[in-house]
């Protein structure tokens, strides 16, 4: 296998990250602008808010969803060249695919109630975007650093 998977699975994990990231950041903004008083008073902000924090939280979640599951295939092929098999059940595969699924689920829950547009349904996707902050940062850092695993960095 090239090194070129690798680069690409590798580049497309961080970017997923970066894409969940960023759909956290601009959900907590959108939840502090609802939060704050003086913000608040001003009621044609908070609906063009509302109506592109949603859309924006979609967007990133799906890049994200896209940009990670493309990189695990392309993991799974490495795998299998570098180590004999497509998936071995360690620690940063699980959770890759649990953050992968906790995205899918979030997303698909906002898409199947786009339709259907609620007040509450952008506070809704800024805490499901903001609830992914863990699983990101426990499969970027703690495993990366602090598990001995297959994905071993230092």
């Known amino acids: 296998m090239s090194w070129g998977t690798c680069f690409t699975h590798a580049t497309l994990s961080i ?8 759909a956290a950041v601009g959900g907590g903004t959108y939840l502090f602008v609802e939060w704050y008083k003086p913000l608040r008073e001003l009621e ?3 609906e063009e808010m509302q109506s592109f924090r949603l ?10 969803i896209i940009a990670l599951g493309v990189g695990t295939v392309l993991g799974a092929i490495q795998a299998k060249a570098a180590w004999g098999s497509y998936w071995s059940w360690e620690a940063k595969q699980n959770t890759t ?9 979030a ?5 199947a109630h786009f339709k259907f547009p609620d007040k509450h349904l952008a506070k809704i996707s800024s805490a499901l975007a903001i609830g992914g902050v863990p699983l990101i940062l426990l499969n970027g850092l703690v495993i990366n650093f ?6 071993k960095y230092l």
């Open 55 to 64: 859309k924006t939280n979609l967007i990133y979640m799906s890049l994200g």
């Open 97 to 105: 695919i649990i953050t992968w699924t906790y995205y899918l689920v």
């Open 15 to 22: 970017l997923s990250y970066v894409a969940f990231a960023t």
């Open 107 to 111: 997303a698909g829950l906002l898409a």
């Open 146 to 151: 602090f598990v001995s695993a297959l994905h």
């Open 44 to 46: 044609n902000f908070r």
